[in-house]
Structures are given as structure tokens and as C-alpha cells.
């Protein structure tokens, strides 16, 4: 608690009183060490890529550029460190704009057929890089849905971009739409992967907690695409949800209120 007191005073007895102001300040408090322990973890995120790049340029002004191969190599993860960091500042500035509320929706009918489609299409390349079988299912009497398209892309992208990344070669990934009879859209990404421990499981939505933070490095994650997914989803008033056992898989579920036409700009 704060305390503050402001003395009363008469005019001729001095002070007559006071009166005193309690603020529960645990709130505050609490944001105020996530916004702390948020920015040591961004600082950290861009340092360590940064660090790299400094060495391999440093062993490049050596010696290194006089020897092809090695100098090949090190550019190779010159090239590739910049780009974790522009990933890294894209999903930042992605994780902002939702975080101030800024960001009107744009509600727009989409297809969800065709919408869950485009996204696969997005990913086909690495999905027939690790032999990994997709299937798209939408309940017939859902055709259509008023979305931000911009916004669940981005939810979307992120979650199948996780399924295809813990998932190992020759797995599958099932995605679903249906109406749950509770006035909600559930879009369902499930995989056949190497699955998150029970003990994980409460903290996996927090800004960049990673299972395992090497695997997730040289999958080219940042730790940042379910809190981003998050983010968006409550934007639009909806919840996501994951479940998961390891070495069995995972099934993450986004419900979004079905909102009726006419309110496009909800
Ligand atoms: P990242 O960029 O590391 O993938 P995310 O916020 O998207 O960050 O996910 C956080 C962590 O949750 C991941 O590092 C991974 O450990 C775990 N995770 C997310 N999705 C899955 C999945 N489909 N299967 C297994 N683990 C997952």
C-alpha cells in the first residue's frame, strides 16, 4: 500500500486534521516488474545475435576473409544472425501495436476454407521439406466468419509455423474449424509432435519461455509467436488454449465469438 496523508488545518487551531490516502499498489507493482523483466529480456534477445555478429566480423578482419571457405561460412552466419534479429523486431513491433490498443480490428467475411488454405499454401515449402501431411477440415454450415484477416493470419502463421517446427519428419498436422454450440468459432491446430511437458504447459504463453531455448534458436524461433497469437486472439475477445503430452503432440485452440453481419467494425 501507499500511504499519503495531507494535513487539515483551521485558521486559527493549526492543524485540525488529517486526511489519509490508502493505494493498493500491487498492481502497479506487478506490471511494473513485468515491464522490467520484459525489457532485460529483450536487451538479452538482441545482444546475444549482436555479439555474434561482432566476433565473425572481427575473425573476418583477422584473417578469415583471406581463406574463402571459412569466410563463406562466416557471412553465412552473419546473414543469418541479422536476420533472427529482424524477426525479433518484427514480432516486437507486432507484439506492441496490439499491446496499445491502437490497432482497431478491420472485420472482414472471410471464407474459412479458403483462409485456412492460404495458410498451408504459406508453409508448403518447409511442410515438404520434413514430409509432413496436412489436413484442412471445415464444418459444413461455417463457411464464413466476420475476422481481422490481418491479424489471425499472423495467430495462424504462428501456430502452424510451431506445429511444423516441433514436429519431426513424416508427422501430421490436422486443422479444424467448427462452431462449439457456444456462440464460438474454434479453429484447432493439432500436430503429431515432439510435445511440451506437463510442466511447461502454464508458462508457455509468457513473452519469450521456450521448452528448450537451443531448439528453438535453430528453429529460427523467438519466443514470442504464442504470446503474439495471444495477444491478437483477446484483441478480437476471443481465448486460446493449448494442450500437449510429450512425444505424442500438440493441440492448440483458438475460440473467437461469432460475431454477426453488419458488425463489420466491431
Ligand atoms: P518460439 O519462437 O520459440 O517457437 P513460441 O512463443 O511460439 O516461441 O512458443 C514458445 C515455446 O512453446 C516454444 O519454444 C516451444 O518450446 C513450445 N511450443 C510451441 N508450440 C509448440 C508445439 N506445437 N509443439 C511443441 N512445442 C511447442
Redesign the pocket.
Known amino acids: 500500500f501507499r500511504v499519503t496523508l495531507t494535513p487539515i488545518r483551521s485558521r486559527d487551531k493549526g492543524v485540525a486534521g488529517a486526511i489519509a490516502v490508502l493505494q493498493d499498489v500491487t498492481e502497479m507493482e506487478k506490471l511494473e516488474q513485468s515491464r522490467r523483466e520484459f525489457v532485460a529480456n529483450v536487451s538479452h534477445e538482441l545482444r546475444t545475435p549482436l555479439t555474434t555478429i561482432k566476433s565473425y566480423a572481427e575473425a573476418l578482419d583477422d584473417g578469415a576473409l583471406d581463406e574463402p571457405p571459412l569466410a563463406d561460412r562466416f557471412v553465412g552466419v552473419i546473414r543469418s544472425e541479422t536476420e533472427r534479429m529482424i524477426r525479433l523486431v518484427t514480432d516486437l513491433l507486432h507484439l506492441s501495436r496490439f499491446d496499445s490498443r491502437r490497432n482497431q480490428l478491420r472485420r472482414q467475411k472471410t471464407d474459412l476454407t479458403e483462409m485456412l488454405e492460404e495458410v498451408v499454401d504459406r508453409f508448403s515449402f518447409q511442410l515438404r521439406q520434413k514430409a509432413i501431411t496436412v489436413s484442412v477440415k471445415v464444418e459444413k454450415q461455417l463457411q464464413t466468419a466476420l475476422l481481422d484477416r490481418d491479424g489471425i493470419d499472423q495467430v495462424l502463421d ?1 501456430l502452424v509455423s ?2 511444423i ?2 514436429t519431426l519428419d513424416g508427422g501430421s498436422i490436422d486443422i479444424s474449424a467448427k462452431d462449439n454450440n457456444a456462440g464460438q468459432l474454434a479453429i484447432a491446430i493439432k ?1 503429431t ?4 511437458p506437463k510442466k511447461d504447459l502454464n508458462r ?1 504463453f509468457e513473452r519469450f ?4 531455448k537451443a531448439r ?1 534458436r535453430n528453429m529460427g ?7 503474439i497469437a495471444r495477444e491478437i486472439v483477446r484483441a478480437h475477445g476471443g481465448s486460446i488454449s493449448l494442450d ?1 503430452e510429450s512425444n505424442v503432440g ?1 493441440v492448440v485452440t483458438v475460440l473467437l465469438p461469432i460475431v454477426p453481419e453488419g458488425s463489420e467494425t466491431a
Do not use: H, W
Open positions: 504462428n510451431n506445429a517446427k516441433y500436430d509432435g515432439i510435445g511440451i508457455i519461455y521456450r521448452v528448450d528453438s524461433g523467438t519466443g514470442l509467436g504464442l504470446s500437449s500438440t
